[in-house]
């Protein structure tokens, strides 16, 4: 063979050898991150993700509030001896974790289902909870109140040393978060409220699961909540739009009337459920701001009222403001509110448990809306207002 010839072998070979480098590299980096990592599929949620590599965990955060920041990412190690990555991290935890503290009622159901209640040493006012499980540890002494919401002592956080600290937060109390780790203390946050799709809110058990060390425990959970959510939606799906039913929401607060926005939380639960939204038009995912007069004049012959406040009966509603009564889903006493159950300090179990279960929220408005679709389900969050 000529010398040309053994150089011309010797270049395809070196060719083929680098288009196939090239080739399974792209494959790899559909599921992954590059060597040794691979960032785990998130179906829902989108201000997280979780990239795991041989001995150690990485979370990125990049909707912790709402505006533009930029992304906050967490190391978890799943032991002393984990090698760190490179890289720079705003937390670093180890497993395993002993002792936590958490901030919103919304972070309870987390470790209730994952079996780590016991592990919560701290939290701001603990009559907001309501879970029977984190509520005997309380009264057993092994919880410390460390304050009220954004003002929570900070000097008891440190004092009490705990494996991390998971806050919610409008972006507005950083400080506390720089003081915590300029104790030493790891500090994460949680952003699930940011999240408008209703198993968005749900899939963030998994990034509580990868500070716990729970992970595939905490998929699972989720995976049976996405099931249950997506059967009860199911039975919607043949509802003609002129056999959904006129809903409208909300209060009024000072001559104010708040009401959630098209694309929140909430108005898409009432929309996957099968009910036709009177203030669709109100674009935007928080609440908006109406007169009563507008409300009057566009809800005043809707069928159902989801949402009173935590007014007990119709006639304390009535008595708070007469203007109430001109609605003909009063008249009809076709009002419902989710404020009724109760922990035994006032904790009110919807806003604790509600992030956590859109099942059960879903399979509430259409029990109210279409009952005829769940002969057997029975009321879990919400009740009408006079059957109290």
């Known amino acids: 063979m000529s010398i040309r010839n053994i150089l011309s072998s010797v270049h ?26 691979s960032e785990t599929e998130i179906f829902y949620a989108k201000g997280f993700k979780i990239t795991q590599g041989d001995d150690f965990s990485i979370l990125e955060v990049s909707q912790a509030f709402p505006g533009d920041h930029l992304p ?36 309870i159901p987390h470790l209730d289902f994952l079996n780590a209640s016991d592990r919560l040493i701290g939290f701001p006012d603990l009559d907001l909870i309501s879970s029977e499980q984190t509520r005997r540890l309380i009264d057993g002494g ?21 494996d991390w600290v998971m806050i919610s937060t409008l972006g507005e109390d950083l400080k506390n978060l720089e003081l915590l780790k300029a104790a030493g203390i790891p500090v994460v946050i949680n952003g699930e409220y940011v999240e408008q799709h209703p198993l968005g809110r749900a899939e963030w058990i998994k990034f509580t699961g990868v500070l716990l060390g729970k992970f595939d425990e905490a998929s699972a959970i989720f995976s049976q909540i996405e099931k249950d959510y997506l059967e009860a939606i199911a039975t919607t799906k043949d509802i003609e739009k002129n056999e959904k039913p006129s809903v409208m929401a909300g209060v009024m607060y000072k001559d104010v009337w708040y009401v959630p926005g098209n694309d929140s939380w909430g108005a898409q639960l009432l929309q996957a459920a099968g009910g036709n939204y009177v203030f669709e038009a109100q674009k935007g995912s928080g609440s908006i701001q109406l007169s009563y007069e507008y409300v009057l004049d566009l809800a005043q012959e809707s069928e159902f009222w989801l949402g009173a406040s935590d007014f007990k009966s119709l006639e304390a509603m009535a008595s708070a403001d007469n203007r109430y009564i001109h609605f003909e889903s009063f008249q009809k006493g076709n009002i419902y509110s989710y404020t009724s159950k109760k922990g035994p300090t006032g904790g009110i179990e919807y806003f604790e448990l509600g992030y956590m279960r859109p099942d059960l929220i879903l399979k509430d408005l259409i029990k109210i809306l279409h009952p005829e679709l769940l002969p057997e389900y029975s009321l879990y969050f919400y009740s009408r207002l006079d059957e109290r």
């Open 12 to 37: 395809f070979l070196l060719y083929f050898i680098l288009m196939a480098g090239l080739f399974f590299s792209c494959q790899t980096n559909k599921e992954g991150v590059g060597f040794g990592l």
């Open 72 to 107: 906050f990412r967490y190391l978890v190690l799943d032991n002393l001896d984990a090698e760190k990555p490179e890289g720079d991290f705003d937390a670093i935890i180890t497993l395993p974790i002993q002792k936590l503290i958490v901030t919103s009622t919304t972070h």
């Open 142 to 162: 092994k919880i410390q109140d460390i304050g009220s919401g954004a003002k929570s002592n900070i000097e008891m956080m440190i004092d009490l040393e705990p």
